[in-house]
């Protein structure tokens, strides 16, 4: 099973098992890009469902984790971080991160980009997050993606 994984939700498994994680992805026949399309296939909330987004952070990319039931408040969010936070542009998005978007995944990134976890996530016993190619996903729950991905937990609503 584990070598019908994509070569880049492979790297992911392996990063959340080397942080503690039993690292189980699991692969989708059809690609889920967005929020209501995971949660509409895995018969959960939206809500449960954590977006990874990159955001420039003045000019340093970051990693916002955020529940698929909301949207990033570019100037209050920024304002938290003590700094402008401004989308990324796609290509800085695969270069930073290695994977495709729709598909972003919260770990397995080729650099250490400083993650940030939406407090609103904490409201579900389980979350759901891409592993790292539109065909995949990882359950997870708060605490534990607080602790795999050493993120901060704010508000960026």
Sequence with gaps: MRRSLPPVAA????????RGHHGVIVTRSEPTHTAEQAAQALGVEVGAITKSLVFLLDDDPVLLLVSGAHQVDLARTGERLEGTLTRAPAEL?????????????PVGHPTNLPMFVDNALSGHRELWAAGGHPNTVFRTSFPEL????A?????VD
């Excluded at 998005?93 to 995944?105: N, S, W, Y």
């Excluded at 607080?146 to 991905?149: A, C, D, F, H, S």
């Design 146 to 149: 607080v602790r795999i991905t």
């Design 11 to 18: 790297r992911v498994s392996d990063t959340l098992i080397a």
């Design 151 to 155: 993120g901060l937990a704010i508000d």
């Design 93 to 105: 998005v695969r270069e930073v991160t290695g994977q495709p978007l729709g598909g972003v995944a």
